[in-house]
């Protein structure tokens, strides 16, 4: 669950006039600054002392626009005019800096109080307008992916970009489909499933058949001892099962076995010199290692990243951000009313009796995937994390405040 939180970014005068800001947001409970909308001068040095002597050195993020106002680029930054000023140097850094100045005409901003919540908006905002050199974060470029364990009578895995019902397993999210293309290839040659088409029909040898009749794997891969051929009547279902419970423990974090399998099967190839042998099963060992390693920190983040963070504003008024099984499950300020108080109370104890979930919508597995980059980055800040018990029981303790206050 994640919890819609209205954000108005107010009209503000700039130089060039009213600019109604980037919309509302789902991760900024009014928390952003305002967003002017500024006309760049085509001299640098003109541009450079526009910007030093508006836009504030606090995290945000910001966007370019062309001329039929259309954003063309969104960015983000610890420091907005540090960020900002470094597109209007003779030669930038990145090419691509120049290029997005030159297709610009107006420039925009808006700051934010922490650099976690400046991420998120960057990639709501992508999301929200798609510009044009924004490589990264598009619904439609470079999306995250999932290791899924198939709902057939021959179960495999399989990777999929949305959580799906034709599974009954689901892994992720995870980044690089290509890498993970590669390790759940790996999974079904490993743990010997099939990986030809659900339209392929499967019979196991403990089913009945009115003729007996020679059977012959459909492909090459019974023959080199990667799949236990259902296709072909040459495994039986308790055969079969018992490896797709091997390949879930993988999974699961629960049996780790196969990896050193795989490197003392590799080193005895290669000594044997069946090279061949040996750089395959290097391969797969590589693939699984790194499937391993990235479903640990998942497991880690859903297990650790459990609490509530305090973001302080220059207004005194904190950020209240909730994270349940390593998700951002809410954005609130704190409370200044029993009222107020008595909402986020709701959404303490929501919290708390949330269970993990695989999200359908593409923004909010990217929220995730951000989240967990952050926490992986900055580890004191778990560490900071104060527990949702403790804010139940602050939340109620202020709200008889209140309640005492008004009586």
Same mark, same amino acid.
């Given at each position: 669950?994640f919890?819609?939180?209205?954000h108005?970014?107010?009209?503000v005068a ?9 919309g509302?947001?789902?991760v900024?409970p009014?928390?952003?600054g ?6 760049l001068p085509?001299?640098?040095g003109?541009a450079? !002392? ?6 504030p050195r606090?995290p945000g993020?910001y966007g370019?626009?062309?001329?039929d106002q259309?954003?063309v680029y969104?960015?983000?930054?610890k ?6 000023l470094?597109?209007?140097? !003779? ?5 691509k800096m120049?290029?997005i100045?030159?297709a610009a005409l ?7 109080p922490?650099?976690?919540l400046a ?7 992508i999301?929200?307008f ?13 999306q ?6 198939s709902?057939?009578?021959?179960s495999?895995a399989f990777?999929a970009r949305?959580?799906t019902e034709?599974a ?11 890498y ?7 999974l079904?040659?490993v743990f010997?499933?099939r990986?030809c088409?659900d339209?392929? !029909?499967f019979?196991?040898s ?16 019974h ?6 051929a ?12 018992e490896n797709?419970n091997?390949l879930r423990?993988?999974?699961?974090g %629960? ?15 290669g000594?044997a010199q069946?090279?061949?042998r ?5 391969n797969?060992?590589h693939?699984l290692?790194r499937l391993d390693?990235q479903?640990?920190?998942?497991r880690m ?20 951000l909730?994270?349940?099984?390593g998700?951002?499950?809410a954005?609130?300020?704190e409370p200044?009313?029993a009222?107020?108080a ?8 929501e919290? %708390?009796?949330s269970s ?13 995937i951000i989240v967990?980059?952050w926490?992986s980055k900055?580890?004191?800040d778990?560490?900071?994390?104060r ?13 008889q ?5 008004a009586?």
């Amino acid at each position: 669950m994640f919890q819609d939180v209205e954000h108005n970014s107010p009209d503000v005068a700039g130089p060039t006039g009213d600019f109604s800001g980037f919309g509302s947001s789902r991760v900024l409970p009014a928390t952003a600054g305002a967003a002017p909308l500024i006309d760049l001068p085509r001299d640098l040095g003109e541009a450079r !002392k526009l910007l030093r002597e508006f836009c504030p050195r606090v995290p945000g993020v910001y966007g370019w626009l062309n001329q039929d106002q259309q954003i063309v680029y969104i960015g983000k930054s610890k420091s907005l005019r540090h960020r900002l000023l470094s597109y209007f140097t !003779k030669q930038p850094s990145d090419p691509k800096m120049g290029r997005i100045r030159r297709a610009a005409l107006k420039l925009t901003w808006e700051p934010i109080p922490h650099e976690l919540l400046a991420l998120l908006r960057e990639q709501e905002l992508i999301h929200r307008f798609r510009p044009e050199y924004n490589s990264q974060g598009q619904p439609t470029r470079l999306q995250p992916a999932f290791v899924c364990l198939s709902d057939s009578t021959a179960s495999h895995a399989f990777v999929a970009r949305r959580s799906t019902e034709k599974a009954h397993g689901v892994y992720g999210p995870i980044l690089g489909t290509k890498y993970l293309r590669e390790s759940v290839e790996s999974l079904n040659h490993v743990f010997k499933l099939r990986d030809c088409p659900d339209t392929t !029909k499967f019979q196991f040898s403990s089913q009945l058949r009115l003729f007996e009749e020679p059977s012959r794997a459909k492909c090459i891969r019974h023959e080199l001892g990667s799949c236990l051929a259902p296709c072909a009547i040459l495994c039986s279902p308790s055969e079969y099962r018992e490896n797709l419970n091997k390949l879930r423990r993988f999974l699961d974090g %629960q049996d780790r076995s196969t990896l050193s399998t795989l490197e003392q099967q590799m080193i005895v190839a290669g000594q044997a010199q069946n090279y061949e042998r040996a750089a395959i099963l290097r391969n797969h060992w590589h693939a699984l290692g790194r499937l391993d390693r990235q479903l640990h920190r998942l497991r880690m983040a859903r297990a650790k990243i459990n609490g509530v963070m305090q973001i302080p504003q220059r207004s005194g008024r904190e950020v209240w951000l909730v994270f349940r099984h390593g998700e951002l499950f809410a954005a609130m300020l704190e409370p200044r009313s029993a009222n107020q108080a008595a909402a986020a109370q709701v959404v303490i104890r929501e919290a %708390q009796r949330s269970s993990p979930k695989i999200s359908a919508e593409i923004l909010d597995i990217y929220f995730q995937i951000i989240v967990q980059s952050w926490f992986s980055k900055n580890r004191n800040d778990i560490q900071q994390l104060r527990s949702l018990d403790d804010y139940a029981v602050k939340l109620e303790q202020m709200l008889q405040r209140y309640q005492r206050r008004a009586s």
